[in-house]
């Protein structure tokens, strides 16, 4: 069965630089989610977006943005880059909100 | 202050035994309770999923329980397998949700 994708799966960037992460959902889920964990940390929601519009906002630095396309993906923009950027953020996805959300696989961004 | 309590935070058992993970949490209201394995550097995976009215729910050699009134649910792993070691997360909440520290459970031969 198809999965949540999610790319690139790793990204080096140095400080002040910018990142674009992006999410590809299950077909026909029309609800995606972002998600940041930090090193030995829980997962934070940062975003999400339902029917491609915003539904939910976490807790997402306003030096991000995101937004979700008429196929239903999303990206990730992360301006300004810092250390402490550095995480594994997911994407998940659900067949509307409120229903079972399926990972993605992750990417895992380094700052330098 | 985290709204899902996990523990222990780690633990180990000898493959074949059987395990115990608790979760407390102050989240509500809320529909569902999940346990997520996640494997290090891996996405989250759905084991169960449990709404309030649920007191137990099963995925092969995984079996949950929920107390709403005590508000508290476990994990219980039976007769573990090598593959079982990873994290489990306890997971709070509808479509934003509140996940806890995990526990780590690491299965030696």
């Known amino acids: 069965a198809a999965g949540v994708i999610q790319s690139p799966r790793h990204l080096i960037k140095e400080k002040r630089e910018t990142a674009t992460l992006k999410c590809y959902p299950i077909?026909?889920?029309?609800?995606v989610y972002w998600y940041q964990q930090g090193p030995g940390q829980d997962p934070q929601f940062l975003i999400s977006?339902?029917?491609?519009?915003?539904?939910d906002k976490g807790s997402i630095p306003d030096r991000f943005s995101a937004q979700q396309f008429s196929d239903y993906h999303s990206e990730l923009n992360m301006s300004s880059l810092e250390l402490g950027d550095s995480a594994l953020y997911f994407c998940?996805?659900?067949?509307?909100?409120?229903?079972?959300?399926?990972f993605g696989p992750g990417t895992r961004l380094t700052v330098l | 202050k985290n709204q899902v309590e996990q523990s222990p935070q780690s633990l180990i058992i000898l493959e074949g035994k059987n395990c115990t993970l608790q979760c407390n949490y102050t989240v509500s209201p809320f529909s569902n309770l999940r346990w997520y394995k996640q494997d290090t550097g891996r996405g989250p995976v759905s084991l169960t999923i449990m709404t309030f009215s649920e007191n137990t729910k099963s995925n092969g050699r995984y079996t949950a329980t929920l107390d709403a009134d005590t508000k508290q649910s476990s994990l219980h792993i039976t007769a573990s397998q090598l593959s079982d070691s990873a994290s489990y997360i306890c997971v709070v909440g509808d479509y934003k949700l509140s996940f806890g520290a995990g526990t780590t459970v690491t299965v030696r031969a």
């Open positions: 977006f339902y029917e491609k519009m915003q539904s």
């Open positions: 077909p026909r889920h029309d609800t």
């Open positions: 998940a996805s659900s067949l509307d909100s409120g229903y079972e959300q399926f």
